[in-house]
């Protein structure tokens, strides 16, 4: 969907999520006798991205989890800055496109991204759009679970954004499907959170607004809580030593996996 507004509309007074206008409509369509769909967006820096003033207008994906689909979620930011972008239009370098996989790979190590530049920036075109190719290890299963973090919260205007992060301290990306265990609470279930976990500790991976009192994140059986007046949480990177020992149970893992 296209010029997707925040969930105030046009006021303009620094909201960005659109998590209550695309609940609404997940929820109309369920109403109406349609499928439940999913959502995966990224959210506009405000007053920044074009569109109504105020409005903060975005792109926005519904899809259908019960066919088994999962986004592999900031893959090209396994990217050069200078390579990231699929599309160009009137000298304007973007990423329009994306990568959906089915569960035989969701939990799969991603191995290797990248945007082939074969049409973009050429004059006679097979396509207007550069192709996107990932690479799986297969039978690369973490052996750690991914830890939700909470950065810090901050006051608004009438609500309060709480910014998230992770630790991952796997030497693999570890995915983890929005749903039971990858959600909020309360209700919508999806806020932004990453599916794609990257390793090591990623700060301020998104944001999330709420109205008021607390909202948690569940995460692969552990949870990250924040209240209207939260402070940053400190975490311990892995150290090397808790690396290494990781990665020596992967290889087992994989040893025993070929046999």
């Not at 530049?117 to 297969?138: G, M």
């Not at 976990?197 to 995460?219: E, H, I, T």
Request: aromatic share 8%.
């Amino acid at each position: 969907m296209e010029e997707v507004h925040d969930k105030n509309g046009a006021t303009n007074d620094g909201t960005v999520s659109a998590d209550v206008t695309l609940s609404t409509l997940v929820a109309a369509i369920s109403t109406a006798g349609g499928p439940s769909y999913s959502t995966r967006l990224i959210e506009p820096e405000n007053n920044s991205d074009g569109g109504e003033p105020g409005g903060n207008i975005r792109v926005a994906f519904l899809f259908r989890t019960d066919r088994g689909l999962a986004f592999i979620d900031r893959a090209v930011e396994t990217l050069p800055d200078s390579e990231r972008y699929s599309y160009v239009f009137d000298g304007n370098s973007q990423v329009l496109d994306h990568i959906m996989v089915t569960p035989a790979l969701s939990g799969a190590a991603l191995a290797g991204f990248d945007l082939v530049h074969v049409n973009a920036e050429f004059a006679q075109q097979t396509s207007d759009h550069d192709p996107a190719v990932a690479r799986f290890t297969l039978g690369s299963a973490p052996t750690e679970r991914v830890r939700p973090v909470l950065e810090c919260v901050v006051q608004q205007s009438g609500f309060y954004t709480a910014y998230f992060g992770y630790l991952n301290p796997n030497l693999v990306p570890v995915s983890v499907p929005a749903g039971t265990q990858n959600k909020f609470t309360p209700a919508p279930l999806e806020r932004g959170q990453p599916t794609q976990f990257f390793p090591g500790r990623q700060a301020k991976v998104f944001a999330v607004d709420f109205p008021s009192g607390n909202l948690v994140w569940s995460l692969s059986g552990r949870t990250s809580t924040c209240f209207a007046q939260s402070q940053a949480l400190p975490v311990k990177p892995a150290t090397a030593k808790e690396l290494g020992e990781a990665l020596d149970r992967a290889v087992e893992v994989t040893e025993r996996s070929q046999f």
